[in-house]
């Protein structure tokens, strides 16, 4: 309880941290100091664009944000000079000699609000966009086990999950303690062999009376949607792997598969291969030098991660750092901030 409780109060303070830097980011960005930071542009990380519903237990906040900060998003960037280029396109506009800066947007897993809400928004403004297809949500053979385990822990107030040492009983009656479960079995998954811990919770909610590939149906576009979406010439698909698990945690044959067949199952639907993929997690841990050039390899010219940054000339095409728009941080200032460059220049070792 204790633990839990202290680890609520430092994420509490990380983000009151977060704002306070990126505030002052934004306060230097405007009287033009360090002006350089911002190199040549920035791509944009994007999860669910929905309306803002209520949700008691809500760990999953920070992959959302609303349609309305979306479109202020893109008019305070249209307003500091940036145009706005397709994710494919990017090895060009970096080549050119044209100095503006420009943004990509991009979208993880393929959720169906991309359709529905985000959409709309890009086609109001003429903003190309890239949108990452997870194949196993596209099929339904996969579940995204972050919405099973907040779903998980909104409904029951105790379960019991195998640690890889038998059940035990796991409380998540207060919501200290569903953010300690919710951390716990967060960190076993990626921890451990991802495909079994996500097919012991698979297990787990399924006892308890929820349907992880349901959520997968609820909350992703299958074939279908993801036709609908790209008769919008604004819209591109990127591949996103088959499973959705960490590759640099996985054996040079499998991280090939996950890649080579999420390339296949794009094609399929868009009649071409796909030149763009999004790392899962795509954070340092996660994905590797061997995974760039996996990438390279298979013929994407362009393999963006989550590791946070600007663009520059010099920068890897297949490590490309992407600008995470986070729920918890909706503020045009924030957006201008992280734009700048600045707080990345001064996060710098």
Avoid at 67 to 85: C, H, N, Q, S, W
Avoid at 98 to 123: K, Q, S
Avoid at 295 to 316: H, I, K, Q, W
């Amino acid at each position: 309880m204790k633990h839990s409780l202290a680890k609520m109060v430092r994420n509490h303070l990380r983000r009151a941290a977060i704002a306070g830097g990126l505030e002052a980011a934004h306060l230097l960005a405007r009287v033009g100091l360090m002006g350089k930071a911002r190199g040549r542009g920035a791509v944009f990380t994007l999860h669910h664009v929905r309306p803002k519903g209520h949700r008691d237990f809500d760990p999953n906040a920070h992959l959302e944000i609303t349609p309305a900060f979306l479109e202020k998003t893109i008019l305070m960037l249209k307003r500091d000079g940036y145009r706005f280029v397709a994710l494919e396109e990017l090895p060009e506009w970096l080549a050119s000699v044209d100095d503006r800066p420009f943004a990509c947007f991009t979208l993880d897993d393929g959720y169906r609000n991309n359709l529905e809400w985000a959409l709309p928004v890009f086609e109001k403004h003429g903003v190309p966009f890239t949108v990452f297809v997870t194949a196993g949500y596209v099929d339904r053979t996969h579940t995204l086990w972050w919405e099973t385990l907040a779903d998980l822990l909104s409904a029951c107030r105790e379960f019991r999950f195998d640690f890889g040492d038998g059940a035990v009983s796991v409380s998540s009656g207060t919501y200290r303690q569903k953010q300690a479960a919710f951390d716990r079995i967060a960190a076993y998954i990626h921890g451990v062999d991802e495909a079994s811990a996500v097919a012991a919770l698979n297990r787990t909610a399924n006892a308890c009376g929820i349907d992880p590939f349901a959520i997968t149906g609820r909350l992703t576009l299958d074939e279908s949607g993801l036709r609908d979406l790209i008769s919008s010439p604004l819209a591109r698909l990127g591949a996103h792997t088959i499973s959705h698990r960490a590759l640099a945690r996985l054996d040079d044959d499998e991280a090939r598969r996950e890649i080579a067949s999420s390339a296949a199952r794009v094609a399929a639907i868009t009649g071409r291969p796909p030149s763009t993929i999004a790392y899962p997690y795509g954070y340092r841990s996660t994905v590797s030098a061997r995974d760039h050039r996996l990438a390279a390899d298979l013929g994407f010219t362009v393999a963006v991660t989550t590791e946070p940054g600007t663009l520059s000339s010099g920068v890897n095409l297949h490590a490309v750092p992407r600008i995470s728009l986070n729920g918890h941080f909706q503020s045009e200032r924030h957006v201008s901030a992280l734009a700048s460059g600045i707080p990345f220049r001064l996060a710098a070792p």
